[in-house]
Nanobody, 131 residues
């Protein structure tokens, strides 16, 4: 049973920073596809940053709206994925969800895929940015 547990959300002023963490259990594969999506009220869930982790390396994807401000990273030993968010804007306000799916060597394909392509989801953590 795969479980994803997010932490690190909160309220900050515009320009501030937050780091989200996602601890995975029951998700032990040599190739991993994980990421962060967000959903604001009345809007669809959108991809923020995804990562394809394979033996010896990894690839990442960022939505245009967060490029240069957000960084996704992973700690294999802790089976944890992080999202460092800097220069936060009010439009970043949303519920942030960690996600994962099983993927093989062609996991790069999932970097750009929408939410329905991912199987496992955390409960979400709220990020609120005030102006």
């Amino acid at each position: 049973q795969v479980q994803l547990v997010e932490s690190g959300g909160g309220s900050v002023q515009a320009g501030g920073s937050l780091t989200l963490s996602c601890a995975a259990s029951g998700y032990d594969y040599s190739s991993k596809c994980m990421g962060w999506f967000r959903q604001a009220p009345g809007k669809e869930r959108e991809g923020v940053a995804t990562i394809f982790i394979y033996t010896g390396g990894g690839r990442t994807y960022y939505a245009d709206s967060v490029k240069g401000r957000f960084t996704i990273s992973q700690d294999n030993a802790k089976n944890t994925v992080y999202l460092q968010m800097n220069a936060l804007k009010p439009e970043d306000t949303a519920m942030y969800y960690c996600t994962a799916r099983v993927c093989g060597p062609a996991g790069s394909w999932y970097l750009y895929r929408p939410a329905y392509e991912y199987n496992y989801w955390g409960q979400g953590t709220q990020v609120t940015v005030s102006s």
